[in-house]
């Protein structure tokens, strides 16, 4: 039995273009984001792989690139589910802020602690591990058991929600999540035993 699961991180966002801090804010993706999330269908489709069900979070940028890349492997109607516990990382009061504007109010020591940090929050936000802590039960709870009934699946996302499903797949602790980067665009294609362990792992890259 294929127990296909991938997990692709959404195009550039506008945002990411200006260096800002996101979030649950909700930005578009820019033309190189566009062709990020139809390259990252385009490098599925010449792998091979077709799906049976969707997952992506209740932001608009995450919803866009599975569109795109839906519409690339020619399923636009694909059964998919939108779920708020598959949202980025809350980052709160640094929320629509340049990153160099968070520095020079609260000093760039603490700015690179809340990014980098395991459990730290930032003001009115979420640390790594709260993003953690909301996105894994719904993966064992919902997405899991389809992918090991062999539904092949799709979720896209973002960053630091991807993360945490890494954190588990890739059997990272919480100090090599920190260092873990997901690439936009990127498709991260994972095939799992029986008991969801991962029997492989292969990074395809948008076919720009």
């Not at 719904?138 to 009934?149: A, G, S």
């Amino acid at each position: 039995m294929q127990r296909l699961l991938v997990l692709v991180r959404h195009g550039q966002s506008e945002w990411n273009l200006k260096n800002l801090f996101t979030g649950w804010k909700d930005p578009g993706l820019t033309e190189l984001g566009v062709a990020e999330a139809r390259g990252a269908g385009r490098a599925l489709k010449a792998a091979g792989l077709g799906f049976d069900t969707a997952y992506t979070s209740e932001l608009g940028r995450a919803q866009r690139t599975l569109t795109l890349i839906l519409d690339e492997l020619g399923v636009p109607n694909l059964p998919t589910t939108r779920d708020i516990a598959l949202n980025e990382r809350d980052y709160g009061d640094l929320s629509g802020l340049n990153r160099d504007e968070a520095k020079a109010r609260w000093g760039a020591e603490q700015v690179h602690l809340w990014r980098r940090s395991y459990d730290v929050q930032p003001p009115g936000g979420e640390s790594l591990k709260d993003t953690i802590a909301r996105v894994l039960p719904y993966y064992c709870q919902e997405i899991l058991p389809r992918v090991l009934r062999g539904e092949r699946t799709i979720v896209t996302a973002h960053g630091n929600s991807l993360r945490a499903l890494v954190m588990v797949l890739d059997r990272l602790t919480r100090d090599t999540i920190l260092g873990a980067e997901i690439a936009t665009g990127a498709a991260l294609v994972y095939h799992l035993n029986a008991d969801s362990t991962v029997e492989s792992k292969v990074v395809l890259q948008p076919q720009l």
